[in-house]
């Protein structure tokens, strides 16, 4: 790597999309924050079909949004037309300014506890655990060979969803089955979003103006996708979400939490194949699944309507997060701070206020005007007398995929 190589390429590969944002790791940073300066972001959809879109926007530039439309095959062209714009702002990948590419990859199981330089072998591992994601692993395995394929001098470093909460103690990770038969295929809990739950739980560290190592806190990740969260001193020791993004939170289309004999009911009584099954607990339950919508502002205007099936969804998915904010305060014994992040975390303040409501015997309150402010900035919302912080800290995943990359290169 030459020495002004400081910029990371973060590619966020799903199954029909590539997310990407280029940032440069040496300059100042934007927001007084570590590091991390944002050159462009970007992203291509519909990846396979007709109508397929990329959206650029050059943000070193100061550059304007520009969008296309039309047929992009494959992740290959996908990642070609990244490129190609990327050049057209003088930010080509063949640049002697890009230091690596880091790729978010889902699923690490127990191996990858780390940012992990991507060679044959690890991409082997990458894929041998397809069998416990196969919705997300393939995505980012195409996304891995596509960039390699174009920059194969690059390192190439995979960030793991799973990698913060390989510290959770057995007793936290392991489900309560036959052990012969959870070792055999690899049952156990592994939880995702650590990208963003560490992230979260150092800023909030931050905020409190504490280090990591000092704080106990419950990151409530409410996103599409939901889950919280318990870390005690900067490490994770539980987390909701289980052997998939499943478990736990009620989430926009996920049910979470679920007797497993439903799954048994639904074939023997309903008559249900298990594809069909798992697209009704992934894709058609959670908040879309109880009122038909998995949008929060839209499920509020319909209460505010007062629309009852809305009210409904909305204090079901109220109660689960209760109970997990206090499972996890059992958990940690002490809790210095509640972090909410994401989409709904960071935006819904009337979920943030129902969240902690009644809490006060356990040091949780909201004050309202703080609960008001609308701030892209990590900020406190309890009142100066509550004896546990509550936060709301944004959630900055790929400038954490980012600095992971350029820390692990530059090793
Ligand atoms: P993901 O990355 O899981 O797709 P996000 O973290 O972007 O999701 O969160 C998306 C969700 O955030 C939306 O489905 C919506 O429910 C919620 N959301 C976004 N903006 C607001 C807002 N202003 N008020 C309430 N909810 C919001």
Redesign the pocket.
């Known amino acids: 790597m030459s020495a002004t190589a400081t910029r990371v390429l973060v590619l966020n590969s799903g199954s029909s999309s590539v997310k990407y944002q280029l940032l440069d790791m040496g300059a100042e940073p934007d927001s007084g924050s570590a590091a991390g300066t944002r050159l462009a972001v970007g992203l291509v959809e519909r990846i396979g079909e007709e109508s397929s879109r990329l959206v650029h926007t050059p943000l070193a530039a100061g550059g304007e949004k520009r969008e296309t439309e039309g047929a992009i095959a494959d992740h290959d062209a996908a990642l070609k037309a990244v490129a190609a714009e990327l050049a057209a702002d003088g930010l080509g990948l063949d640049s002697p300014e890009l230091a690596a590419i880091g790729h978010r990859v889902v699923h690490g199981g127990l191996k990858f506890t780390a940012p992990t330089v991507i060679d044959d072998a690890v991409l082997a591992e990458i894929e041998r655990l397809v069998p416990v994601a196969p919705l997300h692993n393939p995505a980012n395995i195409t996304g891995i060979r596509t960039a390699r394929a174009l920059r194969p001098d690059l390192p190439q470093v995979a960030v793991f969803d799973t990698a913060f909460h390989t510290t959770m103690p057995e007793h936290a990770a392991r489900y309560a089955i036959d052990v012969a038969t959870a070792d055999a295929h690899r049952i156990r809990r592994y939880g995702f979003h650590g990208t963003s739950h560490a992230y979260v739980s150092r800023k909030t560290a931050e905020l409190l103006g504490k280090d990591p190592a000092e704080v106990n806190v419950i990151v409530l ?6 889950s919280a969260s318990a870390v005690a001193g900067g490490r994770c020791v539980d987390t909701s979400m289980g052997l998939t993004p499943l478990e736990g939170l009620v989430m ?1 289309t996920r049910s979470g939490d679920i007797d497993p004999a439903v799954t048994f009911h639904l074939k023997r009584v309903a008559g249900m194949s298990t594809d069909e099954i798992d697209a009704l607990l992934n894709k058609k339950s959670g908040l879309v699944g109880l009122c038909g919508d ?4 839209e ?2 205007r319909r209460i505010d309507e007062g629309d009852e099936r809305a009210r409904l969804a909305f204090d079901i998915y109220i109660h689960r997060l209760k109970k997990y904010i206090g499972a996890y305060s059992a958990v940690l014994g002490k809790v210095d701070a509640v972090a909410f992040t ?3 975390g ?3 303040a009337p ?1 943030r206020e129902a969240a902690v409501a009644g809490l006060e015997e356990m040091g949780l309150a909201v004050d309202a005007t703080l609960n008001a402010v609308r701030s892209g900035e990590p900020r406190l919302i309890s009142p100066d007398y509550a004896r546990v912080a509550v936060a709301v800290v944004p ?1 900055d995943e790929e400038l954490e995929i980012a600095q992971q990359t350029y820390a692990l290169v530059n090793a």
């Open positions: 990740h409410l996103g599409n996708g939901a926009g998995n949008d929060m502002r499920i509020r994401a989409g709904v960071e935006n819904a979920v959630t």
